[in-house]
């Protein structure tokens, strides 16, 4: 602390060594408390933040009594002042709370090196980049290239689902990755967000939409799911004419005839056969505008036929 703070005294810089013991917990100038600990005037600076807030909140709390105050500085001040990090603010709170006495030398005794706290978080970031095909040493930290992660994590983003979609049974990953995207997802446009999410601001649009894309609709495809039906038996209630899909309520239902003709521009220029990945890619804006008439003539027609 003393070297990387350079610190002085009576004009003369103070000696330092490179390793003391203290209850029990060895701390080393090679360790990662040493290396990753700030100067000790950026420890008053975050010891100073911490009364402040400590302060701060006794004022919002009405806190008044001695021991409650002494309770929320150990939590809140006493570890930025020891290691300049609140670290063990939480488990003391948590261990006040149960009623287990604390005292100086006891707390401080039971607290795990820092890098034991660490290493485990370490160690599970670690594991999970390497199911995706990055591999971190945490022996010999080295820099990671933040566009290599992405491009990693995208790839194995994009084998799950196509893995996912080949499974029995998958049959709204199916309608997405080959219905609504016509079998063309790519790692990059996983992180690209859907234009309709930004473009259709209202929920009322925006949620229909959604549910035709998605395949978590209100047709009886999707509602006869919750009723363990068997998919070929989830016949639309209205025609008849087939499983009630997405498809069959955007192409080929009667029920919805009139909606068709009113948003002609959506259907007149589709290649024939017609294609669900051929029809979204029409302005979301317009697309919205359908799916919520679409789900309205839905609600009357099956209102109605609820009527005694």
């Known amino acids: 602390m003393a070297q990387l703070g350079a610190l002085s005294l009576a004009g003369q810089p103070l000696e330092a060594v490179s390793s003391f013991k203290y209850l029990g917990i060895t701390f080393s100038a090679s360790t990662c408390i040493a290396g990753a600990a700030a100067p000790a005037r950026a420890v008053r600076a975050a010891a100073r933040a911490a009364m402040h807030s400590c302060n ?14 002494l309770r929320l500085f150990s939590t809140m001040v006493d570890a930025v002042l020891s290691y300049g990090s609140e670290v063990w603010g939480m488990q003391l709170a948590a261990a006040s709370a149960a009623g287990k006495t604390s005292s100086t030398a006891g707390s401080k005794a039971e607290r795990l090196h820092l890098a034991h706290v660490w290493q485990p978080w370490a160690q599970q970031l670690a594991a999970a980049l ?12 080295q820099p990671v290239c933040k566009a290599a992660v992405q491009s990693a994590c995208s790839a194995w983003q994009l ?31 996983l992180g690209t967000r859907a234009a309709y999410l930004t473009v259709v601001r209202e929920r009322s649009r925006r949620a229909p939409l959604a549910q035709l894309r998605t395949g978590s609709h209100w047709g009886a ?20 004419g ?44 317009r697309l919205a505008n359908f799916a919520a008439s679409l789900k309205l003539q839905w609600q009357v027609a099956h209102d109605a036929a609820a009527l005694p």
């Open 242 to 285: 087939g499983v009630k899909t997405v498809q069959h309520m955007s192409f080929d239902c009667p029920l919805y005839a009139s909606l068709r003709t009113r948003f002609t521009d959506l259907f007149c220029l589709l290649p024939e056969p017609r294609t669900l990945h051929a029809f979204f890619q029409h302005p979301p804006a």
């Open 130 to 141: 390497a199911a995706m095909g990055v591999q971190l040493d945490l022996h010999l930290p």
């Open 221 to 240: 495809d999707e509602t006869g799911r919750w009723d363990k039906i068997p998919p070929e038996q989830r016949l639309c209630s209205h025609c008849g």
């Open 56 to 69: 701060a909140r006794c004022a919002a709390l009405g806190v008044k009594a001695a021991p409650l105050q």
């Open 159 to 189: 084998k799950q689902l196509q893995d996912a979609a080949t499974r029995k049974g998958a049959s709204r990953m199916q309608h997405y990755t080959q219905g609504v995207c016509g079998g063309t997802l790519d790692a990059d446009s």
